[in-house]
Structures are given as structure tokens and as C-alpha cells.
């Protein structure tokens, strides 16, 4: 089959208008970030108002004035209201805009050449990116996670960006290793894994900055700038959050080694061929599997646990950036510039 033409010229107009669209969520999550985007609190004298008109319905000894409602007399518990984030509901809202673009996208540059675009490294970034963004939006529902709108924004930008200006390759038909069902099983848990991946970093990063702060709080240092970083979960919370998700993205990861290893027979006649490609998916197994034993087993948490995750992702950026740009293999046709 031919490639149409226009279809590929509209994903990448799809593209570029989801990454104004992401530009534009990420400034907002940055003012939520700062605290310039959060509703102001009031002031110390309509705080205190309250309370005042609660003293003056009271009799000595704190007995209520007879006759007057014990709401009125000030005796019922605190009602505290949720915050309001104008700044972080404008950047879930524009991220979900650019998102629909770039899952279109996406979608035209396949429909563009009859196959799945996961056939090169450029549409591998483009639709490794809308996986993260789509995960992270889908966890919005269960958790509210706006705090890591510019750590999952930003890298989504910045992928983009080197998609459209370092990786991108003219759409064409699959080379005949690539036209299997596999390639789609394989690589859609592998995009999967890796969205949950990127946001265990993202969790992990902000836990170590959070960790510190509280370690210099707990040291009676003050704590300059950063404020920001006081509406933010505790670091135990936030490790918390990272070791689940990593727990989810592990056994998708252990699906995606599975599935190239079957994938690979079928191929290329043998399940394991000591690829580049292949040894460093393997890697990037042992490293998180010995994360989570050592955080379920021996106790590892907290900066510990933190940095032995970050060793995990950084792994996965030699494999994503490293080994398919400058390694030769099997693998090599879904490299830079192939088709």
C-alpha cells in the first residue's frame, strides 16, 4: 500500500498543535506549582471574625448563651473546604486538549501508512509520549496528582520535541521483521510500562527534594525559597506513590521481555540473541526487580529505595536514547532515519 500524503501531513500539523497545547499546560502547572495560581487565603482579621463572634455568644466559663444555636455559638468542629487551584484545573484542562491532538496525531500517522506507527524511533517517542500523558490523566481520576503536571508535561514536551527535530523519519511501510501481530502486543505493554516508569521518576524526584526539606526543617534550618514544595504530600507519601507504581509497570515490564523473546523466535529462529536492544531490556528487569525486592524485603525505603529507582530509570534512558541511536543490532531498523 501507498502512503497517503495528506494523512501524514496532518499528523505532523496534529503533533505541532498538541505540543503549543502542551506548552501552554505546562506554564499553567508551573504557576500552580509556584502558588501565584492557588485561590489567596483570607485575611488574618476575616479569619479571626469568626471566632470573635463565637466569644461574644459564649457566657463566662465557655457555656453557650441560652437561646442561641450551638452553630451560631461557634461549639461545631471545623469544616475545612478543599483548596481551589484555579492554575493546576487550567493546565489538567489544556492537557486534555493536547492530548485529542495528539492521540490524532498519533492515529493519522498510522492510518497514513495502513499499519501501527510504532515502526521507527520518531513514532515510538510520538506514541510513547501520549501514553504518558494519557496514564497520567487517567490517575487523576483516582488521585489527585496535579502537583506532577510539569514533571509529566515537561518530558512530554521535551520528547516531542526531539521527535519532530532529531528523530523524525518520513512515514513508510514496515521493513517484513516488523509486520507481525507482536509488534503490536509487544511494543503497546512496553509503551504502558514505560509511561508508568517515567511517572515513578517524576514522584521519586519531587520525594528526594521533599525528604530534604524535611531534614533541614527537622534541623531547625531555614528553609529558602521552595515554598511550593509545603503544599505538596510528605516525602513518605510520595515514595509510597512511586513504589506503587512501579509495582504496576514491573510485571508489564516482565510482559514486554516475554513478548520479544517469543517474538524474536518467530523472527529470527531463536528466543534470545544477546541484541543490544535485548541485553538492556533485560537490565533494566534485574535493576527494578532487585528495587522491589529490597523495598518489600529488606526494608529499603525512603532515600535509599528512591535512588535505587532512579538507577532503574536511567537505564531506561540509555535503552530508549542511547541504544537505539548508537548501537547496531537486530534492532537497528527501528533506529534513526529508518523506514
Not at 497517503?4 to 500552580?32: G, P, R
Not at 481520576?141 to 510539569?150: A, I, Y
Not at 525505603?301 to 537505539?324: I, P, Q
Amino acid at each position: 500500500m501507498t502512503v497517503d500524503e495528506n494523512l501524514a501531513h496532518l499528523s505532523n500539523n496534529l503533533v505541532y498543535s498538541a505540543m503549543a497545547a502542551y506548552a501552554a499546560a505546562l506554564a499553567a502547572f508551573t504557576i500552580d506549582l509556584s502558588g501565584r495560581g492557588r485561590v489567596a487565603e483570607k485575611p488574618a482579621e476575616q479569619q479571626a471574625a469568626p471566632k470573635q463572634k463565637a466569644a461574644a455568644l459564649t457566657a463566662p466559663g465557655g457555656r453557650p448563651v441560652a437561646g442561641v444555636p450551638d452553630q451560631a455559638a461557634g461549639v461545631v468542629p471545623e469544616q475545612v473546604t478543599p483548596e481551589r487551584r484555579k492554575a493546576a484545573a487550567i493546565g489538567v484542562t489544556v492537557t486534555w486538549l493536547a492530548f485529542l491532538l495528539h492521540l490524532g496525531g498519533v492515529i493519522a500517522r498510522g492510518a497514513a501508512s495502513h499499519r501501527a506507527p510504532w515502526g521507527n524511533m520518531y513514532e515510538f517517542s510520538v506514541s510513547g509520549a501520549v501514553v504518558v500523558t494519557g496514564v497520567f490523566l487517567v490517575t487523576l481520576f483516582k488521585k489527585d496528582l496535579r502537583f506532577l503536571g510539569t514533571f509529566v508535561v515537561g518530558p512530554v514536551l521535551l520528547i516531542l520535541g526531539l521527535a519532530v527535530t532529531v528523530l523524525y523519519t518520513e512515514a513508510a511501510q514496515l521493513v517484513p521483521a516488523l509486520q507481525s501481530y507482536w509488534l503490536i502486543i509487544h511494543v503497546s505493554i512496553a509503551f504502558i510500562a514505560s509511561a508508568l516508569l517515567t511517572l515513578g521518576f517524576s514522584v521519586t524526584i519531587i520525594q528526594l527534594v521533599q525528604d530534604r526539606r524535611e531534614q533541614q526543617r527537622a534541623a531547625g534550618k531555614t528553609l529558602k525559597g521552595g515554598n511550593f514544595m509545603n503544599k505538596l504530600p510528605p516525602s513518605a507519601e510520595l515514595e509510597h506513590t512511586a513504589y506503587r507504581l512501579h509495582a504496576i509497570a514491573f510485571p508489564l515490564w516482565t510482559f514486554t521481555l516475554m513478548a520479544g523473546a517469543i517474538w524474536a523466535e518467530k523472527a529470527w529462529g531463536r528466543y534470545w540473541n544477546w541484541d543490544p536492544k535485548e541485553v538492556w531490556t533485560f537490565v533494566i528487569w534485574v535493576v527494578y526487580a532487585g528495587y522491589l525486592h529490597a523495598r518489600a524485603t529488606r526494608g529499603w525505603d525512603g532515600r535509599r529505595a528512591a535512588y535505587f529507582a532512579l538507577v532503574g530509570y536511567a537505564c531506561v534512558l540509555v535503552n530508549f536514547l542511547v541504544v537505539n541511536i548508537f548501537f547496531s543490532g537486530l534492532h537497528s531498523y527501528a533506529g534513526v532515519g529508518s523506514n
